[in-house]
């Protein structure tokens, strides 16, 4: 069963998306601020991170700054009702897997949760100087800790591409 940690300091909203996760199945823990999500992410095992943005002491962005010092290849999805593409743009910088705007629908939730799991059915396929393949042996996840983008560049080459297809 995989881990999800929600952060929020909304309770309302904390409590919503963690009984609409472990209605589908997944092991939820929650956190009301950015420093209680750094205590959980250091001291459990953790699958996905799901985080809103504004919230005191560590805000959304800063947090998932933070956790990719930490834990480069945790994903994290950032929701946030205050969403501007300017933000949306910072989020994926930072090495958000993915901007999810409020409101949004479970099913937008769940699909997305899916996707960063890895749980979509979805075949990676890498593109390596325009070339399709596998990923190489020892490869899975790019400097960005996302999805694995950075495999030409790490080597000098050129950059790769990674793509989902169904």
């Not at 800063?62 to 956790?67: K, T």
């Not at 946030?80 to 409020?102: C, L, P, R, S, W």
């Amino acid at each position: 069963m995989k881990n999800i940690l929600v952060v929020d300091d909304d309770y309302q909203m904390r409590a919503a998306l963690s009984e609409a996760l472990i209605k589908a199945g997944y092991e939820v823990a929650s956190a009301e601020d950015g420093r209680a999500a750094m205590e959980s992410v250091k001291k459990s095992v953790c699958d996905l991170v799901i985080t809103d943005v504004k919230m005191p002491y560590i805000n959304g962005i800063d947090l998932l700054g933070r956790i990719k010092k930490e834990q480069c290849s945790l994903p994290v999805i950032v929701v946030t009702a205050y969403g501007t593409v300017e933000h949306a743009v910072n989020a994926m910088k930072e090495g958000a897997f993915d901007y999810i705007q409020k409101p949004f629908d479970t099913e937008t939730l769940y699909g997305v949760v899916e996707r960063a799991l890895g749980l979509d059915g979805g075949k990676i396929v890498w593109l390596v100087q325009g070339h399709e393949g596998s990923a190489p042996e020892g490869e899975g996840s790019g400097a960005n800790g996302r999805d694995g983008p950075a495999y030409g560049r790490e080597r000098g080459g050129q950059g790769a591409d990674l793509q989902v297809r169904a």
